[in-house]
């Protein structure tokens, strides 16, 4: 069985389902493929928020498209919100990055000097404790005070993910499941056919990968050879609390349900998804030392997650020079990006470029030169 | 901390069993439970009974007291009000106890954490009242409790029987059964009485026409072929069960127990790892084990319920078995007369068993309710809404889980799994292993953020 | 409609816990959700999604449907805690509230 189309997306993660959806909402006709129930997922995995304070220091390129990122978040919850009905769990307002020493805070206080002198279009302020009790009251004697910056945001990264595929379909995409690609090929008169293992096939006239983690295997099909690894991170969630957090923060979240999740660890553990319980017990301790009320909380779930890294951990954003028309995009902030991504690269790619992507993101920067 | 021999995991029929034959042989054996002592479903409180109430449940029950005895004599380390809520595939296993969270060791894991009963969503089945019919039957065991007013069984299955006859017993006649089994079962069944003729079979057969039998001569209504089921509040604190029959029925109750059959408890060997295999004729999942009840991970055993529905008899002798099995790894001699005869006596009891799954199977329709039956009562998401999240694409239980939060409540998808998985299949077109299951994730008992951080070993 | 004790059938003297402020006798073995269906409670909580009323459905602990604030603890398993003398118990309305502290 064959299905054609102008654009294929290869990958239903954040990434490939706002690239999808930003393309059909723009009028292309696109596919969404994507693997069964069980994949590496970091879109099913991650902490949910759209995070700017730091990002990007020392690259100004990934800073200000960051930045830009943020500032679209408001419209592209409003535009999911109106069209699929589902409420997103977005909250703005500002995030907290919590001190619990007088170094930690003296860190903070580097960061936003150094986010001043980058020119970073974004306003950070430090609290100290008793401005931040003000905003959040049930901080424990441990935390000293707070960076809080303008932009920072959060979301819930599973109904995002839902209304992307959901309004994919609305727009006239296909979203296709259990369609796991392995082989990529030029096609003389579709432009791409893509083959999964059973040999069924999918054409488009352009494609993206946006495959995660399986990116790699399929990129150097099209000449391209992001070197993705791997990185692991967990989280555990508790049961649903009053709420008692009213900001997104950076190591502790409140969801708009109630559960409170805390995370995430950064391991290098290959491809292994297993929790470890002395890392969960140390996202517990720094929990109740924020919140000490929250001891009593009671654990539902720990799980793991990977995250999709370049070796310089910028994203990237690239077309196939011996391929033109296919695509490869790829970062490890997909839900903070994930405006820019919808509303902007998604119609681009719909029209056959990269649009406003910087053209330092392309992977040639990662190119192993002989010496 | 030292390693032990082997961990037992559940003081039902197959942990005694296990636990007790792997001490008397010499072996260091842990055995854990939640509950407050030895027993499981079918002995729970068998210590501590009154005799009036043992009396009431009948001389299966009773029947324990010989082999907790022999298990309180057997050597094994017992720890009871204990839960494991976390075991590792290399034999590590977290529990919680009332002095807090600790790390055990072991070479050999039995798994014997029995079977739950199987979730009947239908139409008010969340409303305060209604309960599953072990339920009410853990009230009658555990507290001596026996529901006053009406009450209706509303199912199929041994307990439904059971749980009624020993109502009758206890004094209790203000009772009424709404039997769901469909009237094709009874053909479907046919063809495995003549298995169920041999070994034990007659036995079980005798003991299930018994129940009928006091039923019938108590002048219990029976309410056969029962479909459209629903319940609703009768807005004076009382319940209300409509449901088609032999005609419209519709009864006011005070109480409404559901039993639809008891599944395997597959949560703990899922966190694990271990295969999974579908029985078509049981209607659930089950861990693939070889002859010596060996999972697919090599040193995880696994007896009784929690490997297949066998009833207390089968599970009891599936916990020796998997114990010779563990001896002999650890280096024990084992005599092979008795591991054969011990084989023996389990397909023995097994003989009644296709028949009996076959008699009392669920209708199919109760295993894909209707739209508006909540599936996920901790979530509460509607049928309704995980079919239209099937047909808009979503590949299986997990994605569902994603999408409509159905499974992440604090039962961890315990309660809607089965359903998840069923209307996967329905609407996909899938075989049930191919529709997958719920990714089970620890802790698998409920542990505080506080406890958890007290295990941290430095300063974050 | 309450429980029937069989083993004493009513309890005339004996421990007692408080629900929601009323105190209510239970016989010394039970659980705090025996305890309170043989008073007659069949709503033990309001859920934190719909607030629909619910009360015990499987009583072995594995369904959370029983949840109800025991001294002060919020999201207690009434099926899997003994009964104790003096124990103050009150429905579950919504979410937890023990922990969100300060912050609520
Ligand atoms: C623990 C953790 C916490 C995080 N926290 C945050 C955060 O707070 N904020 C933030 O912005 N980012 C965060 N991230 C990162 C964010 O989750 C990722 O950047 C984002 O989800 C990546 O999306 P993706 O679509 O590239 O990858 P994935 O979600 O991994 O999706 C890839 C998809 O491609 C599919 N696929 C793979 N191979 C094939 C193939 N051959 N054919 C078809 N389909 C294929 C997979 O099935 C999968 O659905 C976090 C990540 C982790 C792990
Ligand atoms: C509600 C119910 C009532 C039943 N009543 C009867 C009856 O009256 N008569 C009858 O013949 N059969 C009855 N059965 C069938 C019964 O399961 C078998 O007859 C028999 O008890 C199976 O024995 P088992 O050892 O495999 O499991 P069980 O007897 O179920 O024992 C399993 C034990 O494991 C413990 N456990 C499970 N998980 C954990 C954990 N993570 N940590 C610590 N402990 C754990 C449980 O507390 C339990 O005590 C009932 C089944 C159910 C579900």
Redesign the pocket.
Known sequence: MSVAGELVV????????ALAWGAARAGADVTL????DI?????????????LQGKGLGHPDYMHWSIRAGRRWPELARILGEESGIDIGWRGGGGLHFCCSAEEMEQRRALIARTRAEAADISIELLDREALRERAPGIGPQVLGASLSDLDGEVS?LFALRAFHEGLVRHGGRLRTN????EIRRDPHRGFAIR?ASGAEVTGRRIVI??????D??ARQIGLEPRLMP?????VVTDRVAPFLHHPASAIRQSREGTVLL???HEDAGFSTATEVEAIARLCRIGTRLFPALRSARLVRAW?????MTPDGLPIYDESPEMPGAFL??????????SLHALDLGPALARGDLGPAPRSMRSARLAVHPT | MSRWDAIVIGAGPAGIGGASLLAERGARVLLVDETPGPGGQIWRGIETVPESRAAILGPDYRAGAAEVARLRASGATLAFSTEAWRVEPDGTVWLRDAGGLRREAARHLLVATGAMERPVPLPGWTLPGVTTIGGLQILLKREGLLPRGPLALVGTGPLVYLYAAQCLTAGKRDLVLVDTARPGAMLAALPHLPRALLGHGPAYLAKGAGLLWQLRRAGIAVHTNARQIGIEPDGDGGLVLRFLGRGRHRLRLSRIGLHEGVIPETHLLRSLGCRMLWSAAAVAFHPARDRDLCSSLGHVHVAGDAGGVGGAMVALLEGRIAAMAILERLGHQVDPLLVSATRRARRAHLAARPLIERLYRPAPELLTPPDEVVACRCEEVRCGEIRASLAAGAAGPNQLKAFLRCGMGPCQGRICGPTLAQLTARIRGVTMEEAGWLTVRPPLRPVSVGEIAALASEEP | MPFIRLDPPTPEAGPELFFEGRPLRFRPGETVAGALMAAGVTAFRETPVSGAARGPWCLMGACFDCLVSIDGQDNQRACMVAARAGMKVRRQIGARRDAAGAGK
């Open positions: 290869i990958g239903g993660g954040l990434i490939g389902a493929l994507d693997e069964g994949a590496f997922r970091a879109s099913r995995g991650n902490f949910g928020l759209v995070w990264p369609f796991s690609a392995r999964d946006a495959a995660g983690l399986g990116a295997a399929l990185e692991r991170g967990q989280i995370g995430s660890t793991a997650a990977l995250r999709i995009v790829t970062c490890h902030s997909g839900v903070t990006l994930a």
